[in-house]
């Protein structure tokens, strides 16, 4: 049996703590949601050495609203592809019903390969008035 050891960054920066979950489904739900909230806490762009890592810059989109939120989910949905590959067959909603001003919610929805068995798993990504984002497992 493979024992989980992380993401490479969780790895090198070892300050994720593996042994506080009771198993390794768990250690890997936290450490998918640990790299989500990185991506989406970042602004695409402002990484040097991959200007694709993170979410669109939300304060830059001149677009109507219906094409501001086509394009936030399109950009955010390539930035998990590649730089989440434990996620795959990956969808990401915008919540309309829960858009307001300086706050969205996003729903990301995928596969995870657990105990060598494909499991369905959603996530939401709370992005806050303060700038902090919020990402957890949601039973939907």
Known sequence: MKVFKGSLFERLNSDFDFKQYETREEALYASVANNLSRIFS???????????Y???DLNNINLSMKDSIERIEYFCEL??????PRLYK???AVSREKLTMNQMNIVI???LIVDGKS???HFKADLLKN?????Y???I
């Open 42 to 52: 970042t602004n695409a762009g402002s990484c040097e050495i991959a200007t694709d």
């Open 54 to 56: 993170g979410r669109p």
């Open 79 to 84: 930035s998990i592809k590649k730089y989440e």
């Open 90 to 92: 990956t969808k990401i």
């Open 109 to 111: 929805e995928g596969y």
């Open 119 to 121: 499991r369905k798993i």
């Open 131 to 135: 700038g902090k984002v919020k990402i």
């Open 137 to 139: 497992k949601d039973g």
